[in-house]
T-cell receptor, first 110, second 112 residues
């Protein structure tokens, strides 16, 4: 099946810093989603972005499907941004079946 | 509006027992998914419903696991003869198709 690799595995920032999280995938996809799992375990959908660029406030994401990667940008980070960020992909006719990466654990210190 | 809800939030059971985990999707969502998340890992797909039928159950680990969605809304994941290896957080998600999936808070299952 499709492989999803996320980097870095861990990231520690000071409040106000910017960061870029990367997601590489091993095959073509037609479904890609970024999620934030907060410290209480709730998975929150950030972007549905199988291709192109989207922005939502301090967050933005870009997927270059032809090169099999996606980037999540976090600007002016806040302590509430802490948690695990997951990239999840789906492909072909069963693109509803998301394959998740192992995530990036982000800690934002005050 | 209300999000996806799951009950119970925590379930502790003994090895060999039967458990049921419930998911209430967002109203109007025809697609419903179950995933399982082990500590330190991303969620893993179990089963997908479109309406009342299980369109894809390829992620269920073995025949001890079964899920139903009889009226196309609420779903129940059923695990027979639980084993310690079944301990995990079971997540439910709903959506309108193959795009954005909205996740519930999960049920933490502990098998002693």
């Amino acid at each position: 099946g499709i492989q999803v690799e996320q980097s870095p595995p861990d990231l520690i920032l000071q409040e106000g810093a910017n960061s870029t999280l990367r997601c590489n995938f091993s095959d073509s996809v037609n479904n890609l989603q970024w999620f934030h799992q907060n410290p209480w375990g709730q998975l929150i959908n950030l972007f549905y972005i199988p291709s192109g660029t989207k922005q939502n406030g301090r967050l933005s994401a870009t997927t270059v499907a032809t090169e099999r990667y996606s980037l999540l940008y976090i600007s002016s980070s806040q302590t509430t941004d802490s948690g695990v960020y997951f990239c999840a992909v789906g492909s072909g006719g069963s693109n509803y079946k998301l394959t998740f990466g192992k995530g990036t654990l982000l800690t934002v210190n005050p | 509006g209300a999000g996806v809800s799951q009950t119970p939030s925590n379930k502790v059971t003994e090895k060999g027992k039967y458990v049921e985990l419930r998911c209430d999707p967002i109203s109007g969502h025809t697609a419903l998914y179950w995933y399982r998340q082990s500590l330190g890992q991303g969620p893993e797909f179990l089963i997908y419903f479109q309406g009342t039928g299980a369109a894809d159950d390829s992620g269920l680990p073995n025949d001890r696991f079964f899920a139903v969605r009889p009226e196309g809304s609420v779903s129940t994941l059923k695990i027979q003869r639980t084993e310690r290896g079944d301990s995990a957080v079971y997540l439910c998600a709903s959506g309108t198709g193959s795009d954005t999936q909205y996740f519930g808070p999960g049920t933490r299952l502990t098998v002693l």
